[in-house]
């Protein structure tokens, strides 16, 4: 049976996170990912599928070697669904700091 992934599902692993952290910054071999963890390579390369699979990762081939590396389109559609909390908890911060500058000029006083 193959299931059907979306972006949220993959990136609810902490592994595949940090995969995604890994390639963020560079392309990286799945050897050479899988050599930031005590994980079986295996397992490593059904994370990595699974990431290819969302879309989280694109893949490169390099003569015999295959390099994976992040897909920024697709994670735009995670940071555009956290982008209204962030400005909710934004705005939460700003009243607050505006309660407390408020508070120490009253208590200056």
Same mark, same amino acid.
Request: glycine fraction near 2%; charged fraction near 25%.
């Given at each position: 049976?193959?299931?059907?992934?979306?972006? !949220?599902?993959?990136?609810?692993?902490?592994?595949?996170?940090?995969?995604?952290?890994?390639?963020?910054?560079?392309?990286?071999?799945?050897?050479?990912?899988?050599?930031?963890?005590?994980?079986?390579?295996?397992?490593?390369? #059904?994370?990595?599928?699974?990431?290819?699979?969302?879309?989280?990762?694109?893949?490169?081939?390099?003569?015999?070697?295959?390099?994976?590396?992040?897909?920024?389109?697709?994670?735009?559609?995670?940071?555009?669904?956290?982008?209204? !909390?962030?400005?909710?908890?934004?705005?939460? !911060?700003? #009243?607050?700091?505006?309660?407390?500058?408020?508070?120490?000029? #009253?208590?200056?006083?």
């Amino acid at each position: 049976m193959n299931l059907r992934r979306d972006v !949220f599902q993959a990136i609810a692993d902490p592994t595949r996170r940090a995969i995604l952290l890994l390639v963020a910054s560079q392309a990286m071999s799945a050897g050479a990912i899988a050599a930031n963890f005590d994980t079986a390579r295996p397992t490593i390369s #059904k994370h990595l599928q699974i990431l290819t699979e969302c879309e989280l990762v694109g893949q490169t081939q390099q003569g015999r070697e295959v390099y994976y590396h992040i897909n920024a389109t697709s994670m735009k559609q995670v940071a555009d669904f956290i982008e209204p !909390f962030r400005k909710m908890w934004d705005d939460r !911060f700003n #009243k607050l700091e505006s309660i407390m500058k408020a508070y120490q000029t #009253k208590n200056d006083a």
